[in-house]
Nanobody
Framework: QIQLVESGGGLVQAGGSLTLSCAAS????????MGWYRQAPGKEREWVAS???????YYADSVKGRFTISRDNSKNTMYQQMNSLKPEDTAVYYC??????????????WGQGTQVTVSS
């Protein structure tokens, strides 16, 4: 089992910045990939950014150049620095972890979500 706790959401004006955090606990040795998704009102949840199994970071086109993800393995925490925020970035942001199915159960875990609201 892996538990995820997000923090750092809030209200910011367009052009501003926020940093989200996702702290993982439990069987963190099972983590294969770790990333962020978001869901805006009335829309489906969409992928934002993630670390692949090779450790490289990948980004959705809509956030590329504005968002940066990083991780502190000593704290089992992932961060998402969001700059130049736009009203269309308004959403609930979810942390996502995929377990390695070869050595663990291969389960998918989600955090509880943190609201990001960007005002125009």
């Amino acid at each position: 089992q892996i538990q995820l706790v997000e923090s750092g959401g809030g209200l910011v004006q367009a052009g501003g910045s926020l940093t989200l955090s996702c702290a993982a606990s439990g069987d963190t040795s099972c983590i294969l990939t770790m990333g962020w998704y978001r869901q805006a009102p009335g829309k489906e949840r969409e992928w934002v950014a993630s670390f692949a199994r090779d450790g490289r970071a990948y980004y959705a086109d809509s956030v590329k150049g504005r968002f940066t993800i990083s991780r502190d393995n000593s704290k089992n925490t992932m961060y998402q620095q969001m700059n130049s925020l736009k009203p269309e970035d308004t959403a609930v942001y979810y942390c996502n972890v995929q377990e390695d199915g070869k050595v663990c159960a291969g389960a998918t875990y989600w955090g509880q979500g943190t609201q990001v609201t960007v005002s125009s």
